[in-house]
């Protein structure tokens, strides 16, 4: 793997994905990864091999405390 970019097929990064164990056991899954570069990378678990969104830590960082804070609960109210 050359260069790590956005939209990039999640299959040629080197990663190891990981998902949360609140994921239901129909594969709607979101998947996460630590990649070498720093970065965080994102894909659907339903299309392993589709598109990985690429993100810094700080992206990542401030996404979950909005997570936390609850400004994403009407999502899925």
């Not at 056991?25 to 392993?48: D, F, K, Q």
């Not at 700080?58 to 994403?72: P, R, S, T």
């Amino acid at each position: 793997m050359d260069e790590v970019v956005n939209g990039m097929a999640a299959n040629r990064l080197t990663a190891s994905w990981r998902k949360s164990r609140y994921s239901n056991p129909n594969g709607n899954c979101v998947e996460v990864a630590a990649l070498r570069t720093g970065e965080i990378a994102m894909r659907n678990s339903r299309h392993p091999d589709g598109p990985a969104l690429i993100y810094t830590p700080a992206e990542i960082a401030a996404f979950i405390a909005g997570v936390k804070d609850g400004e994403f609960d009407y999502l899925i109210a």
